[in-house]
């Protein structure tokens, strides 16, 4: 190797060693110059995708973000979607979160109406993301999708709101089966005969997804109130034949105090948007019921 290229590998070797590396602050704007490409490049994408569809829906989405400078102010933002037949409200969200803002936050899991974690407040109706068909909106293509979390709950960010309150009152009837005797062999189940079945089937459906809670206005003013779901739980254990006679008493002095069942202004409002079809207020008024029965004394 001749002396002159040894010196040229010298002084570049040189150069590299004396070259100053990148502090923090460059590689964060670096990082943020990439990301914010990285999201022209989805909007872009997008914008292609809707001028190629031959419909689109309009959603106007809550947007709140108390950790971000800027967005601590609730707002709303306007995206455009591509329309498809079966599409949900849950379908164009997570468009939106794909193509347009990656910091759109909202829960979702199942996508089959079981995990109850999509409810939502839709063109003023609490209803499940997954659930909603986009074409059962009424103009759907003709008018905005106002999508918005769920009304008396402290929102976290976006659509998610704190369902804490919510699962305390689940917790607070304590929501588990408790019979006086078990059977006496070892694999033996506990019977239940089919008219007591049928009598709760329908309370067993519950997903917790705390629709009926956010609609209910009493609970929007009394926080103590355990409220309409809470009360449904109460009464798939009351109810079913083989809870045992001290469990199901000490079930009913739950529910019957003060923030229990007799709170309810029968409504109806929870059981118009419970997306499993439960009949709430029916559940409520029967233990009411069974609430006076257990006070009466013939003596």
């Known amino acids: 190797m001749s002396t002159e290229v040894?010196?040229?590998?010298?002084?570049?070797?040189?150069?590299?060693?004396?070259?100053?590396?990148?502090?923090?602050?460059?590689?964060?704007?670096?990082?943020?110059?990439?990301?914010?490409?990285?999201?022209?490049?989805?909007?872009?994408?997008?914008?292609?995708?809707?001028?190629?569809?031959?419909?689109?829906?309009?959603?106007?989405?809550?947007?709140?973000?108390?950790?971000?400078?800027?967005?601590?102010?609730?707002?709303?933002d306007t995206f455009h979607v591509p329309f498809f037949k079966?599409?949900?409200?849950?379908d164009a969200l997570i468009y939106a979160r794909d193509h347009y803002d990656s910091s759109l936050t909202f829960r979702h899991s199942c996508r089959q109406a079981i995990c109850g974690s999509d409810a939502l407040f839709v063109n003023?109706?609490?209803?499940?993301?997954?659930?909603?068909?986009i074409a059962d909106l009424e103009d759907h293509l003709d008018s905005t999708i106002r999508i918005e979390p769920l009304p008396h709950a402290e929102v976290v960010k976006d659509l998610v709101v704190d369902m804490q309150h919510f699962y305390d009152q689940?917790?607070?009837?304590?929501?588990?089966?408790?019979?006086?005797?078990?059977?006496?062999?070892?694999?033996e189940e506990q019977r239940q005969d089919r008219e007591?079945?049928?009598?709760?089937?329908?309370?067993?459906?519950?997903?917790?997804?705390?629709?009926?809670?956010?609609?209910?206005?009493?609970?929007?003013?009394?926080?103590?109130?355990?409220?309409?779901?809470?009360?449904?739980?109460?009464?798939?254990?009351?109810?079913?034949?083989?809870?045992?006679e001290n469990r199901k008493q000490q079930r009913l002095n739950i529910i019957e105090q003060e923030h229990g069942v007799w709170r309810c202004q029968t409504q109806f409002s929870c059981t118009e948007v419970c997306p499993k079809d439960i009949p709430l207020t029916e559940h409520i008024q029967e233990l009411k019921r069974?609430?006076?029965?257990?006070?009466?004394?013939f003596w």
């Not at 689940?170 to 694999?187: H, I, K, S, Y």
Request: with cysteine; charged share 40%; hydrophobic share 30%.
């Open 170 to 187: 689940m917790e607070a009837v304590e929501p588990f089966f408790d019979a006086d005797e078990l059977p006496d062999g070892e694999l």
């Open 86 to 90: 079966g599409m949900t409200v849950l």
């Open 6 to 76: 040894k010196e040229k590998e010298t002084e570049t070797e040189t150069e590299a060693e004396t070259e100053p590396a990148e502090s923090p602050h460059q590689t964060r704007r670096m990082e943020q110059k990439r990301q914010r490409a990285a999201q022209r490049d989805l909007e872009e994408e997008a914008r292609e995708e809707v001028d190629e569809s031959e419909e689109t829906v309009e959603i106007k989405v809550f947007r709140f973000d108390p950790e971000v400078a800027g967005k601590e102010e609730p707002r709303f």
């Open 124 to 133: 003023g109706t609490q209803r499940l993301g997954c659930k909603t068909q």
């Open 290 to 297: 069974e609430a006076v029965k257990n006070n009466l004394k």
């Open 196 to 244: 007591n079945r049928e009598k709760i089937k329908m309370s067993t459906r519950c997903i917790w997804c705390g629709a009926c809670m956010s609609s209910c206005n009493i609970a929007a003013g009394d926080n103590e109130y355990l409220g309409p779901a809470a009360i449904n739980k109460a009464y798939r254990f009351a109810m079913d034949e083989r809870e045992g």
